[in-house]
């Protein structure tokens, strides 16, 4: 094909999007040369289910925009079923970080703070009464 038809905007933006996918493969192989169970041994299992998770997400978007730009129907093909999932692994995922990450109750502290809350009938008898009427 002959690019010199197409406008200079389109031409433009195929550039880019050589340029995008070029990054993204030297990215992609980036991460695949090194050895898997290597990386896997340094991660906690939140972020080895982050990296599956991103790689799992960034080959499935990677192979929807390939069928799109092939000109096959999407909408019901199986890759939206797949994206979907990868989805609500990524919230399930964002779910655990943020329980991890929320303030943890201090039990013992919170008791102290209800037991000085309540009245005891003892300890009341114990405090010295102010007595306000003999003030000047």
Known sequence: MDFSELPSNIITSLNDL??????VESKYNQFYD????????????LEKAKS?????HTINSLFFIYLQLNGQDVSKHPINYELNRVSKSIARVKEIEDKRLAPKLDI???????KSALWD????????????????
Do not use: G, Y
């Not at 090194?34 to 299992?45: A, D, I, N, Q, V």
């Open 18 to 23: 050589n340029a995008n996918l070029d990054i």
């Open 108 to 114: 013992s502290a919170s008791k102290r703070f209800v």
């Open 52 to 56: 599956e998770i991103v790689a799992a």
């Open 121 to 136: 009938k003892d300890q009341q008898a114990k405090k010295p009464k102010l007595d306000v009427e003999k003030r000047p």
């Open 34 to 45: 090194r050895s898997l169970s290597e990386e896997h041994e340094k991660m906690t299992p």
